[in-house]
């Protein structure tokens, strides 16, 4: 009696795997950010669905249906979506994966594509930031254009250590800007400001900024012996 029951099971199990049925995600694409780098020439974004027979793939971005004849950057790798060269402006968007097959079809959700980079400074000049001692100063960072997390750290003379912060410096990890409480004559210097992509690994200098003492005139008053 049990080789019967064997046979039942196997040809539940048969049928069920033959069974002609719409596609069924079993991989979405999800929201992503990508390093652009010199390094970095491709970026793969995953879809897989099942489905009998077996479904065929489109792709949209921003609700367009995307055509690889007219953008030979997008290459279609077994459902998959293959970005090549990827362009921050051309090729950032929304993306939906489409499996189709006789049986049916389905969209998958909606996934972010993102695309982090940082841009050079521009190599003009600074202008020279004029203080008093024992006021307090804000030097501006002004970075470049840029997406992703970034990392903003000042440099001192051209010292190879960054600018350590301490009760009287203060540097905003929002804006990149460099606060200095109380001036002392020691500040007195060139200030350049490093910001570092974490997610491209790429760190760029601003040009240097010049941050002179200014002195009252009655600092320099001589007083005339009588």
């Known amino acids: 009696?049990?080789?019967?029951?064997?046979?039942?099971?196997?040809?539940?199990?048969?049928?069920?795997?033959?069974t002609r049925h719409g596609p069924v995600f079993t991989q979405e694409p999800s929201d992503s950010i990508f390093p652009l780098s010199s390094d970095d020439k491709q970026v793969f974004i995953n879809c897989k669905a099942k489905g009998n027979p077996p479904p065929h793939y489109r792709w949209k971005v921003d609700g367009r249906e995307i055509n690889t004849e007219l953008d030979p950057n997008y290459s279609f790798v077994e459902g998959n979506l293959l970005i090549n060269n990827p362009h921050v402006i051309n090729h950032g968007g929304v993306y939906q994966c489409i499996a189709t097959n006789t049986f049916g079809t389905v969209v998958s959700r909606e996934a972010k594509v993102e695309f982090a980079f940082l841009q050079n400074f521009s190599r003009k000049p600074r202008n020279m930031v004029s203080?008093?001692?024992?006021?307090?100063?804000?030097?501006?960072?002004?970075?470049?254009?840029?997406?992703?997390?970034?990392?903003?750290?000042?440099?001192f003379n051209g010292q190879r250590s960054f600018l350590q912060q301490d009760a009287r410096r203060f540097i905003s990890q929002r804006t990149g800007n460099l606060y200095i409480a109380k001036v002392e004559a020691s500040d007195a210097g060139n200030y350049t400001c490093a910001v570092r992509n974490m997610m491209t690994n790429t760190t760029v200098l601003s040009s240097p900024t010049p941050v002179v003492l200014r002195r009252d005139a009655a600092q320099y008053r001589v007083i005339q012996k009588e």
């Not at 064997?6 to 795997?17: G, H, I, N, P």
Request: proline share 12%; net charge negative.
């Open 1 to 18: 009696k049990e080789p019967p029951n064997v046979c039942v099971l196997f040809f539940c199990f048969f049928a069920t795997e033959h």
């Open 131 to 155: 203080v008093r001692e024992g006021q307090a100063v804000v030097l501006l960072c002004g970075p470049p254009p840029h997406y992703g997390e970034m990392k903003y750290s000042w440099v």
